[in-house]
């Protein structure tokens, strides 16, 4: 009895470590084309952002970046510790559903202030722009991956089938 308990946990194990190996070798044909894809994009965004502004507005570009920072860094914290309170609020053993609803407000007024920022930011950039820029910038912002030094992610990667 022990010697058949004994075959079957060595076959499993067997089954199971060889399904493994299998996959990791795939994963390994695979990686150098993903590593290819992944390294060529970027450096083909960047390109774009560096030949679709002059140097002057990408000077202005990163002022405006660094002060809409500046303006929003202390939002995001607010709009995180308000996040925290909500999981806080909304886990308690007897849920305060006045206190939950205020906190909701507080939030969506805390994100409509960010979005304010990013909109001026967007508009001032634009104003810089002239009417060729002005189309290709609104494309960009359009585009689903939107920007033009974004990182793929990998949820990019399912999107592509790969």
């Known amino acids: 009895m022990k010697i058949k308990i004994l075959s079957l ?7 199971i470590s060889s399904t493994t190996m299998a996959q990791q070798r795939d994963r390994q ?12 994009r970027p450096e083909r965004d960047r390109g774009n ?7 002057e507005q ?3 570009i990163k002022e405006l970046r660094l002060e ?11 709009l995180n510790e308000l996040r925290a309170k ?4 909304t886990t308690a053993e007897k849920a305060d559903l006045n206190a939950i ?3 909701i407000d507080q939030m969506a007024d805390v994100q409509a202030k960010i979005q304010k920022i990013r909109a001026k930011q967007q508009q001032e950039i634009r104003s810089m722009l002239n009417d ?9 912002r359009s585009r689903p991956d939107r920007g033009f030094d974004r990182e793929p992610t990998n949820r990019d990667r399912f999107k592509r089938g790969a």
Do not use: G, H, Y
């Open 9 to 15: 946990v060595f076959i499993t194990i067997f089954a």
């Open 29 to 40: 044909e695979r990686a150098p084309q993903q590593r290819e894809m992944m390294a060529e």
């Open 49 to 55: 952002f560096e030949k679709f502004f002059t140097e």
């Open 58 to 60: 990408q000077e202005k």
């Open 68 to 78: 809409s920072t500046k303006q929003t860094q202390p939002l995001r914290n607010e």
């Open 86 to 89: 909500q999981r806080t609020l």
């Open 101 to 103: 609803n205020k906190n």
């Open 132 to 140: 060729e820029q002005r189309i290709k910038f609104d494309e960009m």
